[in-house]
């Protein structure tokens, strides 16, 4: 089992739409949690850090459940400039902090 | 927002040739730099954890004499690709935690383009 697991993707909207992205993740000791967004052959961007009591930044909506080791972003209202990868990264100490990146989620916003 | 550079944005070697890629953290100090490599259309996978004035801690299935870190001051970090072969071109990025900051946010470099003929 990969130790950050997300939806495969990819996801073909129309404008306007709102969309879910779901993760989840193996380390229980895991201490923060983000999504990043990737565009093509760019390094990752910060889109938001995740927090348990949940957290909005406009369009964004991320959410954090511990007890099912599960993560989510919500999309609302999308625009064709949200057409990008979205990674789901998880973060540890063990020895040492670490973070780990799930495989991505390519979405497509169509006008 | 922090800034990370590295150099060169790309490259191309012959093989069997050495490659050093620079990670430099511009606006803050970072006592600990990371190590990317992306295939296409693949994630990120964590190489190794650069450590400012110690040995750098590698990733399983790294290794780390082709892979040679150096993390000789609190703004830089450079990685070497020795004996680069083709199967070693990929996008290797950087990314850099600010040591004054109480969060685990990382700051992304550019990336690296390597290609190895």
């Known amino acids: 089992r990969k130790e950050v697991e997300q939806d495969p993707g990819p996801f073909n909207v129309p404008e306007g739409a709102t969309v879910a992205f779901n993760c989840t993740y193996s380390n229980s000791a895991s201490q923060s949690f983000f999504w990043y967004r990737q565009d093509c052959r760019k390094e990752p961007k910060l889109l938001m850090s995740v927090y348990s009591s949940g957290n909005e930044d406009g369009r964004f909506t991320a959410q954090l459940n511990r007890a099912s080791q599960y993560i989510s972003l919500l999309i609302r209202d999308s625009k064709l400039s949200d057409s990008a990868t979205y990674l789901c990264?998880?973060?540890?100490?063990?020895?040492?902090?670490?973070?780990?990146f799930g495989a991505g989620t390519r979405l497509f916003v169509k006008a | 927002g922090a800034v990370v550079s590295q150099h060169p944005s790309w490259v191309i070697c012959k093989s069997g040739t050495s490659v050093k890629i620079e990670c430099r953290s511009l606006?803050?100090?970072?006592?600990?730099m990371f190590w990317y490599r992306q295939f296409p259309k693949q994630s990120l996978m964590l190489m190794a954890t650069s450590n400012e004035g110690s040995k750098a801690t590698y990733e399983q299935g790294v290794e780390k004499d082709k892979f040679l870190i150096n993390h000789a001051s609190l703004t830089l970090s450079t990685l070497t690709v020795t004996s680069a072969h083709p199967e070693d071109s990929s996008f290797y990025i950087c990314?850099?935690?600010?040591?004054?900051?109480?969060?685990?946010?990382?700051?992304f470099g550019p990336g690296t383009r390597l290609t190895v003929l």
């Open positions: 990264v998880v973060g540890s100490y063990t020895g040492g902090f670490k973070t780990i």
């Open positions: 606006d803050f100090q970072a006592t600990t």
């Open positions: 990314s850099a935690n600010p040591t004054s900051l109480s969060t685990d946010t990382q700051y």
